[in-house]
Antibody, heavy 116, light 107 residues
Framework: EVKLVESGGGLVKPGESLRLSCAASGFTFSNAWMNWVRQVPGKGLEWVGRIKSKSDGGTADYAAPVKGRFIISRDDSRNTLYLQMYSLKNEDTGFYYC???????WGQGTLVTVSS | DIQMTQSPSSLSASVGDRVTITCRASQTTTNNLNWYQQEAGKAPKLLIYGTSTLQRGVPSRFSGSGSGTDFTLTISSLQPEDFATYYCQQTYSIPYTFGQGTKVDIK
């Protein structure tokens, strides 16, 4: 059974940094392309970015609002996906979800709150 | 970027009703179109991928159709557990954009 568990969220001030983690199990993580999606509470869904498997180049793509501030990485030895967030803004507040290229299943998400 | 527009933004329906939600893309997504259901306070759940393929475990009253730029999610007979918000998403090109959502509530 595919399982994804996000962690690392919290309350930070504008301009600060935060690193989210996503622990994966139930599938061959090293072969998987992985995504991050976020949702402002009560609002819609926004794709944040994607990282390819290392065998497919391991490169990442990002949505325009986060490009240059967020970095997606992976540690295949730990079956873990990361989202390093720098220069956080109020509008980065929301639940962050990781998922495979199939966009299923979704974990419970981790809440990031950016507020002074 | 491909813009995804859902209609309606909300609708009220009764148990047993047939419900149709449409999703229009600003350019072709071929058949790379997903539908999600999000119940209040929960994470979204994939219902349909590839325009019309039901995710395992999704009831057969849900169906998807369309091609190119116009897609439809249909619930043939609305059940109490179907009152939720539904989103479409294109996975044809980066960035993978979502529609704004359609909230289905009880009439």
């Amino acid at each position: 059974e595919v399982k994804l568990v996000e962690s690392g969220g919290g309350l930070v001030k504008p301009g600060e940094s935060l690193r989210l983690s996503c622990a994966a199990s139930g599938f061959t993580f090293s072969n998987a392309w992985m995504n991050w999606v976020r949702q402002v509470p009560g609002k819609g869904l926004e794709w944040v970015g994607r990282i390819k498997s290392k065998s497919d180049g391991g490169t990442a793509d990002y949505a325009a609002p986060v490009k240059g501030r967020f970095i997606i990485s992976r540690d295949d030895s730990r079956n873990t996906l990361y989202l390093q967030m720098y220069s956080l803004k109020n509008e980065d507040t929301g639940f962050y979800y990781c998922m495979t290229a199939r966009f299923a299943p979704w974990g419970q998400g981790t809440l990031v709150t950016v507020s002074s | 970027d491909i813009q995804m527009t859902q209609s309606p933004s909300s609708l009220s329906a009764s148990v047993g009703d047939r419900v149709t939600i449409t999703c229009r893309a600003s350019q072709t997504t071929t058949n790379n179109l997903n539908w999600y259901q999000q119940e209040a306070g929960k994470a979204p759940k994939l219902l349909i991928y590839g325009t019309s393929t039901l995710q395992r475990g999704v009831p057969s009253r849900f169906s998807g159709s369309g091609s190119g730029t116009d897609f439809t999610l249909t619930i043939s007979s609305l059940q109490p557990e179907d009152f939720a918000t539904y989103y479409c998403q294109q996975t044809y090109s980066i960035p993978y954009t979502f529609g704004q959502g359609t909230k289905v509530d009880i009439k």
